[in-house]
């Protein structure tokens, strides 16, 4: 089982900005691509930023221009800082493999609200 623990979720006001973190087993850093994934209430898990293991991203026309994903493969994290969040943003936010490999994580919430 591969074993992913998400953190950095939270309540935020529109406008506001959150960072989230995610610590993956060294199997995971080292080679593969890495990505997070949101699921909104009511909607299908959807790709949301993705890193491949030099370095390189992509992004989610919905996000891109707020949300930055990066790794640090020394210490088998990659990060989520989001910016500009929308009330739309709110969901829960995993970190994986992409392609997925393994199991989910716990996730964790974030909700853009006043």
């Known amino acids: 089982q591969v074993q992913l623990v998400e953190s950095g979720g939270g309540l935020v006001q529109p406008g506001g900005s959150l960072r989230l973190s995610c610590a993956a087993p060294?199997?995971?850093?080292?080679?593969?691509?890495m990505g997070w994934y949101r699921q909104l209430p009511g909607k299908q898990r959807e790709l949301v930023a993705r890193?491949?293991?030099?370095?390189?991203?992509n992004y989610a026309d919905s996000v891109k221009g707020r949300f930055t994903i990066s790794r640090d493969n020394a210490k088998n994290t990659v990060h989520l800082q989001m910016n500009s969040l929308k009330p739309e943003d709110t969901a829960v936010y995993y970190c994986n493999g992409d392609p997925v490999i393994g199991a989910w994580g716990q996730g964790t919430q974030v909700t853009v609200s006043s």
């Open positions: 060294t199997s995971l850093f080292r080679i593969y691509t």
């Open positions: 890193i491949i293991s030099s370095g390189g991203t």
